[in-house]
């Protein structure tokens, strides 16, 4: 197998199919520079944000979190997500993103909650978390036959080196 993670496996990018990271946002705030933080491309593909508004609620946070975990099959994958939203809509997104080995970066106010250990890290402002998982994403990634396959477990990782800390368990 070309890609490197046995346990999380990689977000795969076929030839030709942008880069993807999702925002999460309270209604309140603005994309609070993700989109403008982002280049437009890196390694000849596009760098596209998606962004999901869940307000408060642990219902719209979850069915964000499993819209940004399903991998559609004529679609590229998530590479990671950065939310600023309130606590209760925090705990269901570090949890289902957890399952499937996405990097979640909590930003902003306030402090996180206690998530499952793992793929929830905290330490960045949104733009600056944005610019990490595109740096450590692009190093940690091997081409594989056109395709770039970043490893979920190995982009956390590079991520804890960056210096965001996991967020603590409960």
Known sequence: AACPDPEYGCAAFEPGEP??????????HGDLGVSASVPASVLGRSVRVLTFRVGCSAEEASQA?????????DAPPVLAAIA????????PL???????????LLAGDPAPPPAPAGFALEGLEPAAAA??????????????EGALL???TGLRDG????????????
Do not use: K, N, W
């Open 19 to 28: 880069l993807q990271i999702a925002a999460v946002l309270s209604s309140g």
């Open 65 to 73: 979190a499993r819209d940004i975990a399903t991998d559609p099959p």
């Open 84 to 91: 600023v939203t309130c606590s209760a809509a925090q705990l």
């Open 94 to 104: 570090a949890q289902i993103l957890d399952d499937s080995g996405i990097s979640l």
């Open 131 to 144: 610019a990490a998982v595109l740096e450590v994403a692009l190093r940690e990634a091997v081409e594989h």
């Open 150 to 152: 970043v490893p979920r």
């Open 159 to 170: 991520l804890l080196a960056e210096g965001l800390a996991p967020v603590p368990p409960a």
